[in-house]
């Protein structure tokens, strides 16, 4: 069993899965068999619905390896957790690819 730790936009996610690989989709790992705690307690976590509602119908997950943070090998999941990361609006993020945008006032 792994905990995968990865940015998402502004968020932090851990979860955990059973299978993790390395993507034929070259800087991409792929997730698999995700975990969730089961309902025995009263008190519902906010963060654990929402990865629950997002991963619900999910079979496998590519995540960029950029987006990384960590992955655990672990004996036995914990809970999951979606953490707001603070002066997220300050993160300068890398440029994707897919083309660049010229200049102002440049001729094509």
């Known amino acids: 069993m792994y905990k995968?730790?990865?940015?998402n936009q502004s968020q932090v996610y851990e979860v955990y899965a059973r299978?993790?690989?390395q993507s034929d989709m070259y800087g991409f790992?792929?997730?698999e068999e995700f975990i969730f705690g089961e309902?025995?307690?009263?008190i519902v976590d906010p963060g654990e619905e929402k990865l629950k509602s997002e991963f619900d119908k999910v079979t496998r997950?590519?995540?960029?390896?950029?987006?990384?943070?960590?992955?655990?090998?672990?004996e036995k999941e914990?809970?999951?957790?979606?953490?707001?990361?603070?002066?997220g609006d300050k993160i300068a993020h890398l440029p994707r690819s897919?083309?660049?945008t010229p200049p102002k006032g440049s001729a094509d």
């Open 4 to 7: 995968v730790i990865f940015y």
């Open 78 to 87: 914990g809970p999951v957790k979606v953490t707001e990361i603070k002066g």
């Open 29 to 31: 790992i792929e997730v």
């Open 61 to 74: 997950s590519y995540i960029p390896m950029q987006a990384i943070i960590r992955i655990d090998e672990v």
């Open 98 to 100: 897919g083309g660049v």
């Open 39 to 42: 309902r025995s307690q009263m």
């Open 19 to 21: 299978a993790i690989y």
